[in-house]
């Protein structure tokens, strides 16, 4: 059965193959739709800040402000100042932290921004709510989801196709919403903003490196991840097939014609 979506969990777990990923992000690749929202004097919550790569471009863009990542995961909080560190920034902070219940002032922050947590969390509409009780009037709450059955790809594969319907299953009982794209604008109206712009995005991975990269790392994860671990140990598949995903998503890369695209569903919502 699925669980309830307040005890949602994160479906992908943090191992390399899942670092791989999130450490590739950046504020251009990721978060180019906020970029011209921001002034060098904000003060930015990154929640679900992840490795901090995009927490590290979005200091870089407010010299004058200050940024603060959050996430759940105390490992990976770590591994954000450490990339901080490297980087020699000096207005930045990382916390531990659940955005269903943030612990800051109301009307704390200039900016709130998410990136691929709102498919994740267990009450989206509840935590966009937090996330507006946190910004303050006239602030920005900017949210960037992922939408998977919108990605496409060729040339057909069915056993991409069964690495998606498998995603899906295995996110949705999780408590998560791997479609969560499409939704946002929806979501943002039911937590309250009134003043919601919604755009959309995409990742294209098409050169020969591009392919590797992205079916390697997905080949990976399907065997050895957090992922791959909730998939078996939930009944939705048998370690063979997860076997014959990762060789489908290997055989795809290898294709000179292979081409994939992930649509993202963008919101930026300013709170009056």
């Not at 498998?166 to 979501?187: H, I, Q, T």
Request: negative net charge; glycine residues 8%; aromatic residues 8%.
């Amino acid at each position: 059965m699925p669980k309830p979506r307040e005890t949602a969990v994160y479906t992908h777990g943090h191992h390399e193959s899942v670092l791989r990923s999130h450490t590739w992000r950046t504020a251009a690749n990721s978060a180019a739709y906020l970029l011209d929202s921001l002034r060098p004097h904000m003060k930015v919550l990154d929640v679900g800040c992840g490795p901090g790569t995009i927490t590290a471009d979005l200091a870089e863009l407010v010299p004058d402000g200050h940024v603060t990542g959050l996430d759940r995961a105390p490992e990976i909080v770590e591994r954000a100042r450490a990339t901080a560190a490297e980087r020699a920034l000096g207005n930045t902070d990382f916390a531990v932290g659940d955005v269903h219940a943030l612990d800051y002032p109301d009307d704390t922050f200039c900016v709130v921004h998410a990136h691929q947590v709102l498919q994740h969390v267990g009450d989206p509409v509840g935590a966009l709510r937090e996330m507006r009780r946190v910004v303050r009037p006239g602030g920005i709450v900017a949210v960037r989801d992922s939408d998977y059955g919108a990605m496409t790809w060729y040339p057909a594969s069915s056993g991409m196709d069964d690495w998606l319907d498998l995603y899906r299953r295995v996110a949705r009982a999780n408590g998560g919403e791997p479609d969560a794209g499409r939704r946002l604008r929806a979501w943002a109206l039911r937590a309250g903003f009134t003043d919601v712009t919604a755009t959309s995005a995409t990742w294209t991975f098409a050169t020969a490196d591009e392919r590797a990269w992205w079916s390697g790392l997905w080949a990976d994860r399907t065997l050895a991840s957090a992922y791959a671990d909730r998939a078996t140990e939930g009944g939705h598949a048998t370690a063979g097939q997860l076997a014959a995903v990762s060789a489908a998503w290997r055989e795809w890369g290898e294709r000179p014609e292979a081409w994939f695209a992930v649509l993202h569903g963008e919101v930026l919502c300013r709170k009056e």
